[in-house]
């Protein structure tokens, strides 16, 4: 780091208080902006409607433009890379400011726009297809692509920083800032998670452990952050933090495992028949899907409630002046409260996460000694 | 419910952002982190385990050193009791041989005055064998002349003897 601690401290609080307060606008905006298009449509101005599940999932939706901040009619975005493939065209390429918000098609391709999903209720909106129907693979940077890569890069400088840093002091000087910090969690991960389940070949899981924890966590917290993408909240990413678990326990995976798979030893015939279907659906499919879904839907439901306490302002506002004012105390409230849940729920997640996977390898790497005959030549490692 | 199914593409960035991101971690990072940890932890057991043995070899030094101590002690009261041991020693043997010499003399002088006296008394024996003989004389020519006077003479002379 070039900064001093001191002064990177001072500048990542400014910087939060910044994005507070742009949380703040952006989320006191869309008021106006619903209001305006309410009263559009229903000339008489009887109603003010605000369509919550458009707010909402605006928010925890991927998105292929980055909304930071609205104020009246004009809209904060960064336009983010497009990037598509169609067997017949090939690849192209182009910023999603080409579109302008759904309104106009651009190489033949087209995003789904609120009047669309209005027309047919099984569009998707934000989804880009092609103008004749054929075939678009999306491969684009959305909102969560870059939000991803930038955690990432955070993690990357973050800890090659640390390593150097023990590089650099040696083992025998105390560790400092950073170092002090993320020291404790790699310990945590280490003797709580690695050793007890893995035993003594947890030095081999740990890289991988590590990663999963550090990187749920700091996603979870990059989706704390107003304006954040909700990425651990997406199910495509815990599916692939999933798959990834199932590869490592699969790949080392010993016989012992599948055995108590196929043919549970000590257990009758009979029963074999309903035991082994049921084996077979937990390992494969249930231990896995709990991962991804239980990780999936606590962030999922973390942001959702937060925005629907936000939202609640608003709501009562369209009803009443006096009572969206009254109702904001409380949602403020309680949303803070949640924040402050979200924050532990962001640490607690990726442990869950981080343990389970390591009970899991443990479960299919465990060496059962009560047959002893064959385990003095057996070898964990496929 | 379109959430609830993966999108293609983002699954396909993030499987490729994972994969590399993590092999580079662990490469990178984790690698040297966790080592320096191990290391650490191993130099940590090391040092905890050279303390406690020196704890004990400066216990058995100690040890060593008190009984250095008390050994010393001992020759020391030793050396002492043997110093006293030998003053008395000398001081009743010089006692002694000044009884001795004390004795010696007191004989010494005792016998010669024995001596002496012995001799005093045999001079005496002479002068008064030699006055003897002289009164005999005298005597004798006396009763040469008065037999009567002779008489007296000697008896008087006789009583003017007083032996002692």
Redesign the interface.
Known sequence: MILSPKISLKAFVALLFLLVGYSFISFSQPQPIVNNASTEQHVEGEKKKIDVKEII?GH???SHEWHLFSIGEFHATLPLFV?LYNPAKGFSAFLSSKFEEGEVAYEGYRMINAKDVELDKNL?EGKIVAVDGSKV??????K??VS??IS?LL??FL??G??KK??KNG??KAPSGWQNAI?PV??FV?DNVAKPYLGKHY?KY???L??FFF?IWINNLMGLLPGGANLTG????T???T??FFVVMLFNSNKYYWGHIFNPPGIPLGIKFILVPIEILSNFLIKPAALAIRLFANI?AGHTIILSLMCMIFIFGAMNQVAGYSASIFSVAFSVFMFFLELLVAAIQAFIFTNLAAVFIGQAIEEHHHDDHAVDTHKSNS | M??????????????L???I??F???K???????Q??S??EN?IAESIATAESMKIEMSNMKNENELLLNQAREERSMMLRDAKETKEKMINEAKEMAKEEANRIMIEAREQINHQKNAAIIDVKNQIGTLVIEVAEKVLRKELSNKAEQNNYINSLASEIKLN
Do not use: C, H
Request: aromatic fraction near 18%.
């Open positions: 999932f925890i939706r991927d990037i998707v693979y999306d491969i684009s940077m959305t969560n692509v991803m890569m990432l993690l990357w800890m090659t640390i390593a023990y590089k083992i025998n020291e790699i310990g280490q030095l740990m890289p991988l590590l990663t990187f997406n199910i495509a990413v599916l692939v933090l798959l990834v999922f | 379109d959430l609830l199914l993966p999108d293609f593409g983002l699954f396909f960035w993030m499987t952002s994972f994969l991101g993590f580079l971690l662990k990178f990072a984790w690698k040297p982190i966790l320096a940890l290391d650490r130099s």
